[in-house]
T-cell receptor
Framework: DVKVTQSSRYLVKRTGEKVFLECVQD?????MFWYRQDPGLGLRLIYF???????EKGDIPEGYSVSREKKERFSLILESASTNQTSMYLC?????????????FGPGTRLTVT | AQSVSQHNHHVILSEAASLELGCNYS??????LFWYVQYPGQHLQLLLK??????LVKGIKGFEAEFIKSKFSFNLRKPSVQWSDTAEYFC????????????FGSGTRLQVQP
């Protein structure tokens, strides 16, 4: 089974802090994604990566950056956390071939910025 | 740009009632369609998917969905719901536009009363 893990289930940070959210997948997937989930808005794509050191902006990249130094690890960085970034953050990964579009999700990190 | 609409935001049913959750997408070309489910406190998991072929797709736990191309719809159905089906359900689409990520609807919260 594909396993996607996220470093924290719950995180509380102060406004202005730099925040790192880590995601690791164990299936050698090329593609990795960061979404945020908010009530009534569903999942919105922040960034994704299709290879090591390669990244593309999603639908709501403002205030975020990402890093992918190794294939299995994809980090989401909040350079200066703000209260409107309080949300549930979901990481996902996907391989190629027939399963090209099926995404596997991690358990999520609930971030609260005070 | 591809988009997904889920018109039912919150559905309350009694056990044994039939379920139908609506999902409409905006892209006119070839699409891959998914339903994901998120049980309380758990991560998102795939319920079923449509790539091609038979438009009636069967998934886990007795769920099915029908792809109707002329209506741009992919509605989720279950003939008899159980209390354990209480969860949030997300429809997602990936169109062959080069976008590597799924686009999600806003979700439908299903509450099944015993």
């Amino acid at each position: 089974d594909v396993k996607v893990t996220q470093s924290s289930r719950y995180l509380v940070k102060r406004t202005g802090e730099k925040v790192f959210l880590e995601c690791v997948q164990d299936m050698d997937h090329e593609n990795m994604f960061w979404y945020r989930q908010d009530p009534g808005l569903g999942l919105r794509l922040i960034y994704f990566s299709y290879d090591v050191k390669m990244k593309e902006k999603g639908d709501i990249p403002e205030g975020y950056s990402v890093s992918r130094e190794k294939k299995e690890r994809f980090s989401l960085i909040l350079e200066s956390a703000s209260t409107n970034q309080t949300s549930m953050y979901l990481c996902a990964s996907r391989g190629g071939g027939r399963d090209f579009y099926e995404q596997y999700f991690g358990p999520g990190t609930r971030l609260t910025v005070t | 740009a591809q988009s997904v609409s889920q018109h039912n935001h919150h559905v309350i049913l009694s056990e044994a009632a039939s379920l139908e959750l609506g999902c409409n997408y905006s892209y006119g070309g070839t699409v891959n369609l998914f339903w994901y489910v998120q049980y309380p406190g758990q991560h998102l998991q795939l319920l079923l998917k449509y790539f091609s072929g038979d438009p009636l797709v069967k998934g886990i736990k007795g769920f099915e969905a029908e792809f109707i191309k002329s209506k741009f719809s992919f509605n989720l159905r279950k003939p008899s719901v159980q209390w354990s089906d209480t969860a949030e359900y997300f429809c997602a689409v990936n169109a062959n536009t080069g976008r590597r990520a799924l686009t999600f609807g806003s979700g439908t919260r299903l509450q099944v009363q015993p």
